[in-house]
C-alpha cells in the first residue's frame, strides 16, 4: 500500500443471522485490520433514545439522539467479546436483545439518523485496513471498497442460528417466533427508502446456508486474493 493509497475496506453486508456479526470479527482478527460493527450503531441510538422517553418514530428527536449521543467500543480486558458504552453506561448486553434489534430496525429506516452516523462510521476507516460490517456498508458508507461480500442464509437457517446464540446466553425465545422476526426485521430493511438492504452491484454473493464457519471464512478471505488476469 502506498502512503497516498486509500485504506483498504472489506465490506460485509446481509440480513440478521447471515453470520455477519462472527464472520467479520474472525476475518478482522485474521488480517489484523479494524471492525466496524455497525448495526450495534443503531442498536446504541435505539437504546440511547428509549432510555430517554422518546417515541421512536419521532424523527426529529431520535435524530438530536443520533447527533449527540456518545459510542465507545471498548476491547474486553479476558479477550472476549467487544463493550459497548452507551453515553458512559455499559449496555453491551442490553443492545444483544430482540428488542434492541426491533429499535435498531425502527430507527435507521429514519434518513436523518442515518446521515447523523455517517461521519462516525467513515471515521473507522484507518490503516492498515476495515472490516465493515452492515446492511449498506459496500452501497453507501463505503462505495469505494475494493472488497465487498453479501452474505445470506435461508430465514429458517437464520432463525435456527439466532436461536442457539440466544439460548446459550439464557434468553427466552421461541424457534417460530425468532423466524416471524427475521422476515418481519428483513422486510423492513429491504424495503425502506434510504439505504435499504441490498447487495452492491460490485459484491460478491456468498449463501452461508448450511456452510460452517471456517469454510464461510475461507470464502470470504478469497476475495482478497488477486483475481487470475483472464
Ligand atoms: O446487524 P444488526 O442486527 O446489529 O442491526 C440491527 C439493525 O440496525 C438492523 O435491523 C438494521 C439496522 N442497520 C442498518 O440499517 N444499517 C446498518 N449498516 C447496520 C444495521
Known sequence: MSPSSPVPVLTIDGPSGSGKGTISR???????WRLLDSGALYR????????EGLDLSDAEAVTRCAQHVKIRFQAAPDGG????LVNGHDATDELRTETAGAAAS??????SVRAALVDLQLGFR???????DGRDMGTVIFPDAPYKVFLTASAAERAKRRYKQLKAKGLSVT?????REIEARDTRDASR?????????????????GMGIDDVVAKVLAVLQPRPAA
Open 81 to 84: 467479546d467487544t463493550h459497548v
Open 193 to 209: 427508502a434510504v439505504a435499504p438492504l441490498k447487495p452492491a452491484d460490485d459484491a460478491v454473493l456468498v449463501d452461508t446456508t
Open 26 to 32: 474472525l476475518v478482522a482478527e485474521h488480517l489484523g
Open 126 to 132: 484507518k490503516a492498515p485496513g476495515l472490516v465493515a
Open 106 to 111: 425502527a430507527i435507521a429506516s429514519i434518513p
Open 175 to 179: 424457534l417460530s417466533g425468532l423466524q
Open 44 to 51: 446504541a441510538v435505539g437504546y440511547a433514545a428509549g432510555m
